[in-house]
């Protein structure tokens, strides 16, 4: 967000406020949603169209269709997730949890709700998107096994960079034979652990919390803990296939797909996300700096 507005700074802190109240108080913030009346808990999220306003608002962009939009999609993910709980007490998966991860994953991958935000400040919109679906699987559905607690533990680096180092090796080989990667040369500087930070949070964090602790973790309920790994890796690769080109990009899918696995490996160990979420953040680093 470089030369970003004080309102678009603000709204960010806006954002990032429930993610880390969730990621640091999780537990105790659904105990305490579990106690508020129904009808409260499900019409609490039409506040997230507040930053929808503020953003709009000062980029004179304003749309009362996005409005409602970003006003009714949190409550819906809310109601849904509050049926899931109901019908689902043993969180064995519920078809109302794919009826909230499969479009939100859609939209988010397809870039159908970009149009809503000014250039450059999309993010935003993905943000305010992880917000909802974090209050409804944490305060609403009180997902279990998720591991999104940012309490870092040393096993979290531990695992996080041997997953790495098992990856690495692996990607740079395929990737080179396949011209995918093209190696240039970056001089160490302090300015990358900065930018590190940056992916782990903005990109790492979200998608791991989608693959990882949502879907992966909802499966290995259903298929097992193997199965689950492979169908997580497979999705993930598919996600990647408009990226970085025009059409369909089956190098980047299948290269994807491979990474995947070693997270999701990282993941289920101790079911940590910032596991995960270290290994994620280190290979797509060093893609940005050396490849």
Request: with cysteine; proline share 4%; hydrophobic share 55%.
């Amino acid at each position: 967000m470089q030369n970003a507005a004080p309102v678009d700074l603000a709204v960010l802190a806006l954002e990032l406020a429930p993610a880390a109240l969730f990621g640091f108080a999780g537990e105790r913030v659904g105990r305490a949603c579990e106690r508020w009346p129904a009808t409260l808990r499900t019409l609490l999220p039409a506040v997230c169209a507040v930053a929808y306003v503020l953003i709009s608002a000062a980029h004179h962009i304003f749309s009362w269709k996005w409005c409602a939009l970003y006003a009714v999609l949190p409550v819906a993910i809310a109601w849904l997730l509050g049926q899931a709980a109901n019908a689902d007490p043993q969180q064995r998966g519920n078809w109302r949890d794919a009826l909230v991860l499969l479009p939100l994953g859609l939209a988010i991958d397809l870039r159908w709700l970009e149009p809503a935000w000014p250039a450059g400040l999309a993010g935003l919109g993905k943000l305010l998107v992880v917000d909802a679906a974090l209050y409804g699987f944490v305060a609403i559905r009180r997902l279990t096994g998720t591991g999104f607690d940012f309490h870092f533990r040393w096993s979290d680096w531990k695992t996080g960079l041997r997953e790495l180092v098992f990856f690495a090796p692996l990607v740079v080989g395929l990737g080179l034979a396949l011209g995918f990667l093209h190696p240039h040369r970056d001089v160490l500087q302090f300015s990358m652990i900065y930018k590190w930070i940056y992916i782990f949070i903005f990109v790492a964090v979200p998608e791991e919390l989608y693959f990882r602790a949502w879907v992966q973790n909802l499966l290995e309920r259903r298929v097992g803990r193997r199965a689950a790994l492979c169908i997580t890796a497979v999705l993930f690769g598919l996600s990647h296939f408009n990226k970085r080109s025009t059409h369909f990009n089956w190098t980047y899918v299948f290269l994807a797909s491979i990474a995947g696995i070693f997270y999701g490996r990282a993941w289920r160990e101790q079911r940590r996300l910032p596991a995960s979420a270290i290994t994620h953040a280190s290979v797509d680093a060093i893609w940005t700096f050396w490849f």
